[in-house]
């Protein structure tokens, strides 16, 4: 696995990939080291062979989406076979929630037909190696309430990737 900085309107970001799919993504930290550190914990490597085509690719739609445009994100090529398949399924389900929209961690247990998994739709948001490419920041506790973001600023960060989507946050 290897892994890259770049820079976007939020600050630095890291991508890693293996071969040419996206393995994480990790959302600006306090400073460059501490993300170079979350990434060495994850077991990526700088990219010294350069950045494939396809992950270059996802790194201008990822600057584009933080300069506010809207991007789908649902056909980059993940690599997630490290999750489980319940996980999996939380993830292909979260993908579907499209800019500016949003749902709760029941609607998507629901969706994936299991209606009393909130919680664990939760524990997989948290646990996302992927944010904005599968969009966590998209869920919310029920009654439209933020709920948390496990991403460095925390719910601060998630309201400000909303507000980015023009989405219209509950008072």
Same mark, same amino acid.
């Given at each position: 696995?290897?892994?890259? %900085?770049?820079?976007?309107?939020?600050?630095?970001?890291?991508?890693?990939?293996?071969?040419?799919?996206? *393995?994480?993504?990790?959302?600006? $930290?306090?400073?460059?080291?501490?993300?170079?550190?979350?990434?060495?914990?994850?077991?990526?490597?700088?990219?010294?062979?350069?950045?494939?085509?396809?992950?270059?690719?996802?790194?201008?739609?990822?600057?584009?989406?933080?300069?506010?445009?809207?991007?789908? %994100?649902?056909?980059?090529?993940?690599?997630?076979? $490290?999750?489980?398949?319940?996980? /999996?399924?939380?993830? $292909?389900?979260? /993908?579907?929630?499209?800019?500016?929209? *949003?749902? *709760?961690? #029941?609607?998507?247990?629901?969706?994936? #037909? +299991?209606?009393?998994?909130?919680?664990?739709?939760?524990?997989?948001?948290?646990?996302?190696?992927?944010?904005?490419?599968?969009?966590?920041? /998209?869920?919310?506790? +029920?009654?439209?309430?933020?709920?948390?973001? +496990?991403?460095? #600023?925390?719910?601060?960060?998630?309201? /400000?990737?909303?507000?980015? $989507?023009? *989405?219209?946050?509950?008072?």
């Amino acid at each position: 696995m290897a892994y890259a %900085f770049f820079d976007t309107a939020f600050g630095p970001c890291g991508i890693a990939w293996n071969g040419t799919a996206v *393995t994480a993504m990790h959302l600006p $930290e306090a400073d460059r080291s501490a993300a170079e550190a979350r990434m060495a914990r994850a077991g990526a490597a700088a990219g010294d062979g350069g950045v494939p085509a396809e992950i270059a690719r996802v790194i201008a739609d990822l600057r584009r989406y933080f300069d506010g445009e809207e991007v789908d %994100f649902s056909a980059v090529a993940l690599d997630l076979s $490290e999750a489980s398949d319940a996980l /999996r399924q939380v993830y $292909e389900e979260t /993908r579907r929630v499209g800019w500016g929209h *949003t749902v *709760t961690y #029941g609607e998507i247990a629901r969706r994936i #037909g +299991s209606p009393a998994a909130a919680r664990f739709v939760g524990r997989a948001m948290a646990m996302n190696p992927v944010p904005i490419i599968v969009p966590c920041h /998209r869920v919310l506790a +029920s009654g439209d309430k933020l709920g948390g973001f +496990s991403a460095f #600023g925390g719910t601060v960060q998630k309201e /400000r990737l909303l507000v980015l $989507e023009r *989405t219209r946050l509950p008072l």
